[in-house]
């Protein structure tokens, strides 16, 4: 129990650090409308992965085309915040209603020695069979990660070793286009209304605009 809540402190640390970070890095707009999660339109993260989906083709949110797609890093051992995220993204498509169908998450693990492809389609499963989930080789996942601003890193544990890493899920729009970041802490029911924000707006000018030029 003691090592679980030391683990949860330091993703809550790292996540509390990416949020100040993306403060910063994000101008504000007194257009924009209100949102529970961290607008970082027109922002450099990312832009794409570095990864493969589980059958080995290259991974790619833009073959999510006109679908909302949120993408979390992390791994499948993972005691509490991963299945808490996931979870999350069940019921945020759930209250979605007919527009979940619009929705598409995406599952990049940090732990590619143990997280291998059938775990991780099974791990899948047990969410939402329509959840799908990506992973690269060590330089891979540590490319696509410092892309994302995501930090990982082992933590021995025993004879064996857990995962710290950020615990933040990043939403993509439509057009493929990075959008916003979700906070840990957020509910379902904030998530779920920024969603639709977001599938109400046709342009990332149209949250920001002329804010980028």
Do not use: W
């Not at 329509?130 to 996942?141: L, S």
């Not at 802490?185 to 599938?199: G, V, Y």
């Amino acid at each position: 129990m003691q090592r679980r809540t030391v683990i949860t402190a330091l993703a809550a640390a790292s996540a509390a650090l990416f949020t100040t970070t993306m403060l910063a890095m994000t101008p504000a707009s007194a257009a924009a409308p209100k949102l529970s999660g961290i607008d970082i339109t027109g922002s450099s993260i990312g832009p794409d992965l570095h990864l493969s989906y589980t059958n080995g083709k290259p991974a790619s949110v833009k073959d999510f085309r006109g679908k909302l797609v949120l993408l979390f890093f992390g791994f499948t051992q993972c005691p509490d915040v991963c299945p808490t995220a996931l979870s999350r993204a069940v019921e945020i498509k759930r209250l979605l209603g007919a527009d979940g169908q619009r929705l598409q998450v995406l599952f990049a693990t940090v732990d590619p020695e143990r997280d291998t492809a059938p775990l991780l389609d099974a791990y899948m499963r047990a969410f939402d069979p329509g959840f799908i989930a990506v992973r690269g080789d060590k330089a891979q996942t540590a490319r696509t990660a410092s892309d994302f601003k995501i930090y990982y890193s082992k933590v021995p544990s025993g004879s064996s070793y857990t995962m710290d890493h950020t615990a933040i899920t990043y939403v993509f729009d439509e057009q493929g286009a990075i959008r916003l970041a979700l906070r840990h802490e957020q509910t379902a029911e904030q998530c779920a209304a920024d969603l639709r924000t977001l599938l109400q707006t046709k342009s990332p000018s149209n949250f920001l605009k002329g804010l980028f030029q």
